[in-house]
Every structure is written in structure tokens, then in C-alpha cells.
């Protein structure tokens, strides 16, 4: 079924950084009501981070209509956005674990793990979600403090939840990280955000190689713009206008278009499939056209 998509022009409604998606309008789309569940990870149980909104809480979501029951890590601020997130899952009669707290801190990506299996008894798919992000004039504008929460969010907290959660998987388990677009394009505004998500994407290969012998897959995504709390605080409305007419789709993506992907690789649909970085970008990669200049955005170089 077609639905119309948002197209300009935009509302201007910026945030400060993480952003909460509960104040935005419209409102994201991450219910999928056209998507079709079918029971596929019936008494399985994931954790996401960054599940209280955006890409994170689509895939917790429809997580949850497949049946897994769900643990969603998130920085206190986002609590209200959470909240919603879980009585989403527990319209759908899975049972939603809320665990707030920032991945930087020593201990608490092993903390979130642990705290996963035991209220669940087991974890069978890890999606390392959450991100920071920031745009800068400059790479003079990148101060130690930024560059070091970057790789902290983005990088360091994936390597630590990925060895804490492999201490529970089993054979046939799932994990999935975000990339991004940057992470092949590069963004001269966002340095050190572009090289956490090209660390992702060597990261996800070398972990996929090395988790065959044990029957663990181990993909991401790299998505393009998309409609999300965190896309609303760092871009402006002209710069959103610019990406519409860049992307060969003509649009951001939808969050439960991201959810569905994301649900794809760690379902046995994907069983022969690990090692990947799946781009959901509305063709921007495959037209190699790169990122568009954005009007504001001094291009160096």
C-alpha cells in the first residue's frame, strides 16, 4: 500500500541534541501498519540502545509484534520518549525492560547486558543503535571532549556491548550495528562521526569472520537522512530541503523502513547472510552521486 511521504516544505523545529521525538511534528512514523507479523522471533529476546525513539524504537517495536521480548537502553533525558516505547511493546503483549542510563560510563554497557538476561533469562539479538552526533564548521571546531564522546557512544560501546553480550549468545543469534551513510560518503561537517561509522563497518566484518565458527551473524545497516528526533536536531529545515532534491528517492527514509531492514538481517531469512553493511539511503550510495552541498555547510577542501 502507498502512503504519501513527507516531502517540503519543513517545519522548523530544531532541538538541542539527543532530541525527544515526543515534541516533534509530524509525528515519525515507526509503527509500520502496513507490515504483516508473523510470530518470527516468537519468545526471542533483543536488546537495543538507543530504543527509546527514532530507528532504535521502530526496530524494539516490531521486535515486540514478532514476538521477542525487548530490553531498551537510553540516556535519562529520552525517559518520557521510552516510556512510550514500551507501552507500545506492551500493546502487542511483550514485555519491555527500561534501562537509562549513558554507554560512556565505565561498566554500564556490561551492566545493560547482564541486567538483559537477568530479567530474560537469555539474549539472542543485540542492535547496537545508539549514536551522538554534532556538526561542526571545522575540524578546528572539534575540541578532545567531542571527538572523545563520539568514539565513546558510537565505537567504544559497541565493542563493549558486543564482548559482553557474546559471554550469553548461543548458535543462531543476531547482532546488528547502525552505520551510516557518512561511513562511504564522508561528511566534512561531521569528521568524527564519519570515521565511527566506517570503524562500525570494519568492526561488523572482522566480528562476523570471527563469530563462524560459533554460528553468530553479524551485520549492520547504513542508513541515509531519516526521519528521526536526532535528524531534527542537527539538521535545519534547508539543509532537510537539500537532501529531498539530493536523494534519488526524493526523500528521507521512514524509521519503519530502517525497523524492517534491521529485522530482515537477524531473522533466518537472512541466514546466509553476515559480514554486511546494508545501505538503506533511497539510492544516494548506489547513484554515487555523494552528499549534496548543503546550503550553510562550508565544504573544505
Do not use: W
Not at 536526532?230 to 534547508?238: G, N
Amino acid at each position: 500500500m502507498s502512503r504519501t511521504q513527507p516531502h517540503p516544505p519543513f517545519p522548523k523545529q530544531h532541538q538541542d541534541a539527543p532530541g525527544l521525538e515526543s515534541a516533534l511534528k509530524p509525528r515519525p512514523r515507526y509503527r509500520a501498519p502496513d507490515y504483516k507479523a508473523a510470530g518470527k522471533l516468537a519468545d526471542k529476546v533483543a536488546l537495543v540502545t538507543g530504543g527509546d525513539s527514532g530507528i532504535g524504537r521502530a526496530v524494539a517495536v516490531m521486535y515486540a509484534r514478532e514476538g521477542a521480548n525487548v530490553a531498551i537502553a537510553y540516556l535519562p533525558e529520552e525517559q518520557t520518549d521510552a516510556e512510550e516505547t514500551r507501552d507500545a511493546i506492551a500493546a502487542h503483549r511483550r514485555q519491555c525492560l527500561l534501562l537509562p542510563g549513558d554507554l560512556r560510563t565505565p561498566g554500564e554497557c556490561d551492566r545493560i547486558v547482564e541486567a538483559t538476561v537477568a530479567e530474560f533469562g537469555r539474549l539472542d539479538i543485540l542492535v547496537s543503535n545508539a549514536a551522538h552526533q554534532a556538526r561542526k564548521e571545522s575540524l578546528e571546531e572539534l575540541t578532545d571532549d567531542e571527538l572523545a564522546r563520539t568514539f565513546e557512544t558510537n565505537v567504544y560501546a559497541y565493542f563493549k556491548l558486543a564482548r559482553a553480550a557474546l559471554r550469553h549468545m548461543k548458535r543462531g543469534a543476531s547482532i546488528i550495528a547502525t552505520s551510516s551513510e557518512t561511513a562511504i560518503l564522508g561528511s566534512p561537517m561531521l569528521p568524527d562521526y564519519s570515521s565511527t561509522k566506517g570503524a562500525i563497518d570494519s568492526l561488523t566484518k572482522t566480528l562476523a569472520k570471527s563469530l563462524i565458527d560459533k554460528g553468530i551473524r553479524v551485520n549492520a545497516v547504513a542508513p541515509g537522512p531519516v526521519e528521526t528526533a536526532m535528524a531534527k536536531a542537527v539538521h535545519t529545515a534547508e539543509i532537510r530541503a537539500d537532501y529531498h532534491d539530493a536523494i534519488p528517492l526524493n526523500r528521507y527514509g521512514l524509521e519503519e523502513e530502517l525497523a524492517e531492514a534491521i529485522f530482515f538481517l537477524c531473522s533466518e531469512r537472512a541466514s546466509y547472510i553476515t559480514g554486511q553493511v546494508l545501505a538503506v539511503d533511497g539510492g544516494f550510495d548506489a547513484a554515487g552521486i555523494g552528499l549534496p552541498t548543503l546550503r550553510g555547510e562550508r565544504r573544505n577542501g
